[in-house]
């Protein structure tokens, strides 16, 4: 019963942190839609419609795109992305709207697959465009933990052997050389993303930033 409580807490952070994208969306130009993300190759047209690609595509088109795939997240995601060009930021925000909570591959491990690719991805539209928030700790912080085994996006391979330090957060995880910052600098840098990890400090952020490169793309 309590692991079923917590799975339930999660897929409210879920809805939470994709109508909070939804809300994004609605506010974006067409010049916004169309300007690159911190995804490597994608607009922030292509990130918005891949947040909810492997809803959209259910159990069974997953499966035959991994296995077209070889089962490379890479592959399946630019898989995603051709199947889903056609869509019109309307109806990207139409879908975003029918699918608010977690279904499929992004409910797995109770939503929090589902929440971390959110509030990711939606970061990766935000800081390319310049417009910052304050993400709540409720949704960070299980992102973060979520984050340190999160092996299809590589991010244990990233940090190991790095001490990870939130200094807004009271949250830490792993030992070794130094890395802090903000929490969702830190929660970017984990995901690869060199524009945030300019943002951290401390003798790790060196090995860490080496580790992510090349610039990521939509799946690292």
Known sequence: MGERKREARVGHLVRDERADLLELLDQLTARQ????????????????????????????????????????????????GIANAHLTPDEIRELLAQHLSPRGLTAVFGGRVGLLDALVHHQDIRRALDLPRTIPPARLIPALNFARVAFAAGIPR???????????????????????????????????????????HGPGAGILARRCAPPPTLTD
Not at 56 to 80: C, E, M, V
Not at 182 to 199: K, N, P, T, V, Y
């Open 158 to 200: 990233r940090i190991r052997g790095l001490h990870l330090v939130a200094t807004d957060l009271g949250w830490t995880a792993g030992r070794g050389p130094v890395v802090e910052g903000s929490g969702e600098a830190l929660l970017m840098g984990m995901a690869g993303r060199q524009h945030a990890i300019a943002e951290l």
């Open 33 to 80: 839609w169309a300007a690159d993300s911190l995804c490597a190759g994608w607009s922030v047209r292509d990130v918005a419609a891949h947040v909810i690609d492997y809803d959209i595509a259910g159990w069974q088109k997953t499966i035959r795109r991994l296995l077209s795939a070889s089962f490379s997240l890479d592959q399946a995601n630019a898989g995603g």
